[in-house]
């Protein structure tokens, strides 16, 4: 089983959708969860932390359960900009604090 | 806003040759690592480096490659004999601490490509 895995997509939306991506993770140990955005070509760039009670930062909400082992990206009203790869990143326990385990990504296209 | 740069940005070579990858972290980071991305594959971590030393290395990171921090900005991966697998993007990323929930920034990238 894959360390951090995501539905690869790619998911084509109109502007306005509200779109939602899942990621889970095998490791129960994992302590800190993320979600960063990659445009092509590009470096990963963080776009939210996600905790345990959920968080929202402006039109996108992360949201974690760890019983599940199970982390959701929501974004509503979806903006053209919002178009690239966004990668499900995991931190472990017992590692080096530096050490993200990225998922492949889950590519987004959002369309006029 | 700060920011990690790396250079070159593209860099080929042929196989068997000797390669250094070059970083400058964000000036008050003292946390630095090194990932790589083959293309259409994810990103993968390959070393971390704290108070000159390696804090922990991926199955990757054989002894093909070292890390070097030769002055007080510049932050190195060398890649000594390459192979054609080495290609990929190796981004450089730094940190001010080392929490489990401290920021890393990524520098652009520097794309290989071993011929």
């Known amino acids: 089983r894959k360390e951090v895995e995501q539905d690869p997509g790619p998911f084509n939306v109109p502007e306005g959708a509200t779109v939602a991506f899942n990621c889970t993770y095998s490791n129960s140990a994992s302590q800190s969860f993320f979600w960063y955005r990659q445009d092509c070509r590009k470096e990963p760039k963080l776009l939210m932390s996600v905790y345990s009670s959920g968080n929202e930062d402006g039109r996108f909400t992360a949201q974690l359960n760890r019983a599940s082992q199970y982390i959701s990206l929501l974004i509503r009203d979806s903006k053209l900009s919002d178009s690239a790869t966004y990668l499900c990143v995991v931190h472990q326990i017992g590692t080096s604090y530096g050490k993200l385990t990225f998922g492949q990504g889950t590519i987004l296209t959002v369309h006029p | 806003e700060p920011e990690v740069t790396q250079t070159p940005s593209h860099q080929v070579t042929q196989m068997g040759q000797e390669v250094i990858l070059r970083c400058v972290p964000i000036?008050?980071?003292?946390?630095f690592y090194w990932y790589r991305q083959i293309l259409g594959q994810k990103v993968e971590f390959l070393v971390s480096?704290?108070?000159?030393?390696?804090?922990?290395k991926s199955e990757i990171f054989d002894d093909q490659f070292s890390v070097e921090r030769p002055d007080g900005s510049n932050f190195t991966l060398k890649i000594r004999s390459t192979k054609l697998e080495d290609s990929a993007m190796y981004f450089c990323a730094s940190s001010e601490k080392d929490r489990a929930n401290d920021e890393q920034f990524f520098g652009p990238g520097t794309r290989l490509t071993v011929l």
């Open positions: 000036s008050n980071h003292l946390y």
């Open positions: 480096f704290y108070n000159n030393e390696i804090s922990e």
